[in-house]
């Protein structure tokens, strides 16, 4: 079930090929993947030069977008090795570019001029007016921080002409958007190189002697959001997951897909098919759910 023709995507996580051909065919509309540089997945299996080719070729034909992260920062020393690491991806066609590092962002807008450039969650766009900014910059869309509100997310459709993607499903970080250096103090890996080695989600000491999980949080779901997430004018429904199977990245792309097709067909049989939803996505994974911010 490939909803071509929906005016809501739903954009699920690659972390290589055959992930990306069970999301295609599970109903994703676009599929992000990340190369072997530059991405906030460093730790991925990822793709090569020939496997995002090979990617972009399937998915297209399949009427799925594909979306590149260069979502790390840069040194400046990198500019060079940046330029090729984007060059086969502009040219087999790839729809657009997922960017956190400003400097990035100029640099792509001088050498891949025609290029749609999407603004990372990691940017830390937490309102209409860095939305506006952006879209004055040339971005196409902005992926909200994570902390947002849905209210807050409204403003932007409401006074920003630029499209709007917004996380729905996954792990969320402990910290702001993009902000967080707990991985880079406790270790020397930095999360915005990559590299996060995710000292949130150990267990910590909390009276000498009992370990607890004192900082990770649930992952998030909103799969009963959908009709309020549609409301504040959300376009692409983001799922996190680069790291995850290919079973779970289809199963939850799937359900998202229907609990989307069957509120915009009728919100009753939406409220009739929520047991479904939550079967299936509570099958596969174990941990716990919130909302997040969104309320």
Same mark, same amino acid.
């Given at each position: 079930m490939n909803n071509k023709h929906s005016k809501i995507e739903v954009l699920a996580p690659c972390g290589d090929y055959d992930i990306?051909?069970?999301?295609?065919?599970?109903?994703?509309?676009?599929?992000?993947?990340?190369?072997?540089?530059?991405?906030?997945?460093?730790?991925?299996?990822?793709?090569?030069?020939?496997t995002i080719k090979q990617a972009v070729t399937?998915?297209?034909?399949?009427?799925?977008?594909?979306?590149?992260?260069?979502?790390?920062l840069l040194k400046q020393e990198e500019l060079p090795a940046l330029y090729e690491y984007i060059q086969p991806f502009y040219e087999i066609g790839g729809d657009a570019l997922i =960017?956190? &590092?400003? +400097? #990035?962002? %100029?640099?792509?807008? !001088?050498?891949?001029?025609?290029? $749609?450039?999407h603004c990372s969650t990691q940017m830390n766009i937490t309102s209409r007016y860095g939305a506006e900014f952006m879209k004055q910059?040339?971005?196409?869309?902005?992926?909200?921080?994570?902390?947002?509100?849905?209210?807050?997310?409204?403003?932007?459709?409401?006074?920003?002409d630029i499209e709007v993607e917004t996380f729905v499903h996954g792990a969320m970080c402990f910290c702001y958007s993009g902000k967080c250096l707990m991985s880079?103090?406790?270790?020397?890996r930095s999360g915005n190189r990559g590299r996060c080695a995710q000292p949130c989600?150990?267990?910590?000491?909390?009276?000498?002697?009992s370990e607890k999980y004192l900082l990770s949080p649930k992952?998030?779901?909103?799969?009963?959001?959908?009709?309020? =997430?549609? &409301?504040? +004018? #959300?376009? %692409?429904?983001?799922? !996190?997951?680069?790291?995850?199977? $290919?079973?779970?990245?289809a199963?939850?792309?799937?359900?998202?897909?229907?609990?989307?097709?069957?509120?915009?067909?009728?919100?009753?049989?939406y409220e009739e098919n929520m047991e479904w939803y939550r079967d299936q996505i509570s099958n596969c994974t174990y941990r716990q759910f919130t909302t997040g911010f969104f309320y």
């Open positions: 990306l051909i069970a999301a295609v065919h599970a109903g994703a509309d676009a599929c992000y993947i990340g190369g072997n540089s530059f991405g906030a997945r460093a730790y991925a299996t990822n793709f090569d030069e020939e399937y998915a297209h034909l399949h009427g799925v977008k594909v979306y590149l992260t260069v979502n790390t =960017i956190q &590092d400003l +400097g #990035v962002f %100029s640099y792509v807008r !001088e050498q891949f001029p025609d290029i $749609a450039i910059q040339g971005a196409t869309r902005v992926v909200t921080a994570r902390e947002m509100s849905l209210a807050e997310i409204r403003a932007i459709k409401e006074h920003v880079s103090f406790a270790g020397g989600r150990l267990t910590y000491s909390a009276n000498g002697i992952d998030m779901c909103t799969i009963e959001a959908v009709p309020d =997430i549609l &409301d504040a +004018g #959300v376009y %692409s429904l983001k799922i !996190e997951g680069r790291m995850k199977t $290919a079973l779970y990245v199963t939850v792309a799937r359900t998202y897909r229907k609990a989307i097709d069957d509120y915009l067909e009728s919100p009753k049989k």
